[in-house]
């Protein structure tokens, strides 16, 4: 397929101000609990009070309910075990990007936007999988659009051009035979950096489609104001893909990989917990503020429906896993024009295989 360098450019106009922001929920302050915090620190510490690596930051606070692994490695003390200090960040784009270069910021999460700004240079590798799903679009209830098709000539709402929801309504529009480059003009995409507005927006006919993280489409749904015509998480396309992955500064992974080794272990011990109480988990989520979501069951679905791995699954085919996907999502936007280079090539030079030990 023929390259479309409007993609390119604008997905790497949009992540100068969003690439590290990973799985985060568009909304007001007011619905993302601590993230207008700047900082958390204390938590569990480790037995005796020595940390093997020190003090470190992991941006964590974006009130986003698919972040989940990361307030249970802390709260549970995963990290501590680990030997880290963990203080839980708000950290804007130059913050993590900063960090991440320099090494002080060794991990973050983040989704397949990241993909086009590692080809333009940003120095990470894709390390792990963290979940699936937490993206859904929705119409108003007495709309007429039910399928990808209907899209053609509508607008669509998203948090930004270049975004995880931008690119995933591309790919879905592309693979339909439908073209998201604007020039074409068979659909319009508008940015709205809040949820809330998204939404006033879909319900006053500003857009005919709104792309938005969970938990805010989800609420919506159940509280029957909308429409889902597509689920991240059981489109057939995404299905049982990653949503997220992690991103290890390749500075740490080069100078320390044992660091991020440990990382990684903190990080599996709270997807696996999670996958054996998700009930639990969400108490604590809920309990400390992480993010802000009143149906207390409508977050265990949302929660058990990221697919996080239990045990077995880390121990079976784990890392071909992560790295299968990798290739898929590259393929996805290679041919649609978001990547330049070969998929074989762009899975080879960003997927890093790292030996977690017991």
């Known amino acids: 397929m023929k390259k479309k360098n409007w993609l390119k450019k604008m997905v790497a106009v949009g992540l100068v101000f969003s690439l590290f922001t990973g799985c985060a929920v568009s909304t007001n302050d007011s619905e993302k609990g601590s993230s207008s915090d700047s900082t958390t620190e204390g938590g569990a510490t ?60 060794p991990i973050v999460n983040g989704d397949f936007q990241f993909f086009p700004s590692i080809e333009n240079g940003i120095d990470v590798k ?90 805010l489409g989800s609420i919506h749904e159940k509280a029957g104001d909308v429409k889902i015509i597509f689920d991240l998480g059981t489109d057939a396309y995404f299905k049982d893909k990653f949503c997220c992955f992690l991103y290890a500064s390749t500075k740490v992974l080069e100078e320390n990989p044992e660091e991020v080794a440990a990382l990684l272990r903190a ?62 999502f590259a393929k996805g936007l290679y041919d649609i024009g978001y990547l330049e280079t070969n998929p074989e090539e762009f899975t080879n030079n960003i997927y890093k295989k790292v030996d977690v030990g017991n």
């Open 46 to 105: 480790a037995t005796d009070g020595d940390y093997k690596y020190g003090k470190i930051d992991i941006p964590g606070k974006d009130g986003a309910l698919c972040g989940a692994p990361i307030y249970i490695a802390y709260e549970n003390g995963y990290f501590a075990q680990e030997g880290f200090d963990v203080t839980l960040i708000s950290a804007d784009f130059e913050t993590r990007k900063i960090g991440l270069n320099n090494g002080t910021i």
């Open 126 to 215: 894709v390390v792990d999988g963290l979940h699936e799903g937490c993206i859904k679009f929705a119409v108003r209830t007495d709309s007429d659009i039910e399928t990808v098709e209907d899209l053609k000539g509508k607008k669509i709402g998203v948090d930004e051009i270049g975004g995880t929801p931008h690119q995933v309504a591309s790919l879905w529009l592309e693979n339909a035979g439908i073209s998201a480059d604007p020039a074409d003009a068979e659909v319009t995409f508008l940015p709205y950096s809040d949820g809330n507005l998204e939404f006033e927006a879909l319900q006053s006919g500003e857009i005919d489609v709104a792309a938005l993280w969970d938990p």
């Open 267 to 328: 990080y599996r011990k709270a997807q696996e917990w999670i996958y054996e109480n998700p009930e639990k988990a969400v108490d604590i989520i809920v309990e400390k503020n992480y993010a802000a979501i009143e149906d207390r069951e409508l977050a265990v679905e949302l929660v058990k429906s990221y697919g996080y791995p239990s045990a077995t699954q880390h121990a079976e085919n784990w890392d071909e896993l992560v790295e299968e996907n990798v290739s898929y």
